[in-house]
């Protein structure tokens, strides 16, 4: 019962680095969602995919893409990282893209520091 | 473009009950409100959701007023491990067929002994 595995947990970058977050689901969820939360604030969506070869624009988007490699991946990349990209980032599955169906599984998170 | 309103923090006695409201005063006629519960730095968790009808699991009960602009989550028998920010959430449909889910600063439940 692995539900939302993210990778890695903790990552430290410098300034221009590039990486990329990895998320995998295993419960046959269509949609997948990437949020970042900074410290003692709420969590803010970034990108999000319906369902598989789709992926859209959620509230903070710049600086980062996303790939839905297939029903089971989510992945999240960092191009040119930048300090204020220091935060913990979760991944996160529904099952199908209905108006019942939004119970969000979320992954352990992923922390990151960009010095 | 959070769809909902809670307050930042509250306080709760443990064993008492704690009620949590929630404003959604936009709320369309076919979206539900759920609610979540992030303890620490853990991943938010799932706790109930509603349309319309009030409801009830094993953690919390949801309360709905009939017009739907606001909500209740109520925890019966609030212990020192219920403290955590609980989210309120109204689901927004999006053009490719799907929902996203926005967080807004949720609400920060102390129980204290």
């Known amino acids: 019962n692995a539900g939302v595995t993210q990778t890695p947990k903790f990552q430290v970058l410098k300034t221009g680095q590039s990486m990329t977050l990895q998320c995998a689901q295993d419960?046959?969820?269509?949609?997948m969602y990437w949020y970042r939360q900074d410290p003692g604030m709420g969590l803010r969506l970034i990108y999000y995919s319906a369902s598989e070869g789709t992926t859209d624009k959620g509230e903070v988007p710049n600086g980062y893409n996303v790939s839905r490699l297939n029903k089971r991946e989510f992945s999240l990349r960092l191009e040119s990282a930048a300090p204020s990209q220091t935060s913990v980032y979760f991944c996160a599955s529904s099952e199908r893209a209905g108006a019942n169906t939004g119970e969000l599984f979320f992954g352990e998170g992923s922390r990151l520091t960009v010095l | 473009d959070a769809k909902t309103t809670q307050p930042p923090s509250m306080d709760c006695a443990e064993g008492r009950a704690a009620n949590l409201p929630c404003n959604h005063s936009?709320?369309?006629?076919?979206?539900?409100v759920y609610w979540y519960r992030q303890i620490h730095s853990q991943g938010p968790q799932y706790i109930i959701h509603?349309?319309?009808n009030n409801e009830t699991n094993e953690m919390a009960s949801l309360i709905i007023t009939e017009d739907r602009k606001s909500s209740t989550l109520i925890l019966p028998h609030a212990t020192l491990r219920d403290t955590a920010v609980y989210y309120c959430i109204v689901r927004v449909a999006v053009g490719t067929g799907g929902f996203k889910t926005i967080f807004g600063a949720g609400t920060r439940l102390f129980v204290k002994a």
């Open positions: 419960m046959n969820h269509n949609s």
């Open positions: 509603g349309l319309k």
């Open positions: 936009t709320i369309s006629g076919n979206e539900y």
